[in-house]
């Protein structure tokens, strides 16, 4: 339960501050290009550093990284609450995507490591992960509920939560030995990694300002990809690496990992698109738009006790297939909305849509992602399939800030019908995405050797 409600309030920390991103905007006068390094900074800082994250654990021990990152997550929720600066604000952001970069895959390994590979992980597994779907679609209701008071309520709720977590993990957490092999921490790996997406998503972020074809956007883009790169060398070089790239020729774990990226990539983009349009487009209250939102979070909040016999009786690849195929469809059918919609007839039908493809898909991507692995990289695992699916969403979330701002700036200026027509763009993505994802999971397996068969690297 403290693990679950540390990944439950990662996801809740997202949501909610995506609900009161208007809000912000304006009281701080940010446009949507600004608006979106709230979000991005977050998932950026959470993503970056996952790995190292997950591998630390593994080297200095899981309760030791557990408590102190969530230590710092629960003060700079505070600070975000607090200040008023907008550069500020995505700073703490920022750090706070660096504390859960640590708390995620440290939670996650915690559970592998104490529960028995089968039917005891599943089950422990899906109701891990269904805890942050949950958290991350009640975390609209919530965040309305919090930004109808003020949005800095959005950043403080997370502080009381966090402090009586550290303290009830200091009772529970098992404890833990750090590892005994001989190993290095892969500093430089990690910092590559970092200043790659960094400059990458502020690349895709900008262009639309300074142009496609400006010597700042090739520049950006052609540095991006050198750091990468050299990221790349670095992994195949060092020791001890912060990925072990032939993990991802293991069973279903490169497919997993890029059906998180989909998966992840696409609502968060849709629900950045949605709140923008609910409350700029229809004019909308927070909480208003919270609980038309509400059968999302509900359908996957109830999942939990039944998503690991889903995934006994079905097997986790059926589930992550009509997962993502619910999901597209959701996306697909919201096309069709106009500056008056139907609720029940033309927002619903996605919404209980999105709910169902969350809740199948989420938990068994994770299953399928970690199944197979020894212990020993359990940490290394986890961190390199919640990377994916936050650095995805940072990635498929700039492009699609970029093709916002491309169709012009939306403020008070625009009519209803130019807003939504600016955001269809981004719907559209959302749906594209999704189906990829879904051509990747539905993509042949190919056979591979099982790890223990293997020599380590």
């Not at 996952?50 to 102190?68: E, N, T």
């Not at 997370?158 to 200091?170: E, H, R």
């Not at 750090?178 to 997406?197: F, Y």
């Amino acid at each position: 339960m403290v693990v679950c409600t540390v990944l439950a309030l990662d996801g809740l920390d997202v949501s909610m501050v995506g609900v009161a991103l208007p809000s912000i905007g304006h009281e701080l006068h940010l446009g949507t290009d600004s608006l979106q390094w709230i979000v991005s900074a977050y998932v950026l800082g959470y993503g970056s550093l996952l790995l190292l994250g997950g591998r630390l654990a593994d080297l200095l021990g899981r309760r030791r990284i557990f408590l102190i990152a969530l230590t710092v997550f629960a003060a700079a929720s505070l600070l975000g609450g607090l200040v008023n600066d907008p550069t500020l604000l995505i700073a703490t952001r920022f750090v706070k995507g660096l504390a859960a970069a640590f708390t995620a895959p440290t939670g996650f390994s915690i559970i592998t490591t104490n529960f028995a590979e089968g039917r005891e992980r599943n089950k422990a597994l899906s109701i891990f992960t269904t805890f942050g779907a949950s958290g991350f679609s009640l975390g609209l209701v919530v965040g309305g509920l919090m930004t109808s008071l003020s949005w800095r309520w959005t950043f403080l709720v997370s502080v009381p939560i966090a402090v009586t977590v550290v303290l009830l993990g200091m009772l529970f957490i098992p404890r833990d030995k750090p590892s005994t092999e001989e190993s290095g921490h892969d500093v430089w790996g990690a910092v590559t990694l970092a200043l790659g997406m960094l400059g990458l998503v502020y690349t895709l972020v900008s262009a639309p300002e300074k142009g496609w074809g400006s010597v700042a956007t090739i520049a950006g883009f052609a540095i991006s990809a050198a750091v990468l790169a050299t990221f790349a060398v670095i992994e195949n070089r060092v020791k001890h690496p912060l990925i072990r790239f032939g993990i991802l020729r293991e069973g279903w774990v490169a497919r997993a990992n890029l059906s998180a990226v989909g998966l992840f990539g696409s609502y968060l983009s849709f629900q950045f698109i949605l709140t923008m349009y609910l409350q700029s487009v229809l004019g909308w209250s927070p909480l208003g738009m919270a609980f038309a939102l509400l059968p999302t979070g509900l359908l996957v909040a109830t999942s939990a006790p039944f998503a690991d016999r889903f995934i006994e009786k079905f097997g986790a690849p059926k589930l992550i297939l009509t997962g993502l195929t619910a999901m597209g469809l959701g996306y697909v059918l919201f096309l069709r909305v106009g500056t008056s919609p139907n609720y029940v007839l033309d927002i619903l039908p996605s919404v209980i849509l999105l709910g169902i493809g969350f809740a199948l898909a989420f938990p068994s991507i994770n299953v399928q992602a970690t199944a197979g692995i020894r212990d020993s990289e359990q940490g290394l695992a986890a961190g390199l399939i919640q990377t994916s699916t936050q650095v995805g969403a940072a990635l498929v979330l700039a492009v699609t800030t970029a093709l916002v701002s491309g169709h012009g700036q939306a403020d008070g200026t625009l009519s209803a019908a130019a807003m939504l027509d600016q955001y269809r763009p981004g719907l559209v993505l959302s749906a594209a995405v999704a189906i990829a994802a879904l051509l990747v999971a539905a993509s042949p397996a190919r056979r591979r050797r099982a790890l223990a068969r293997q020599p380590a690297v």
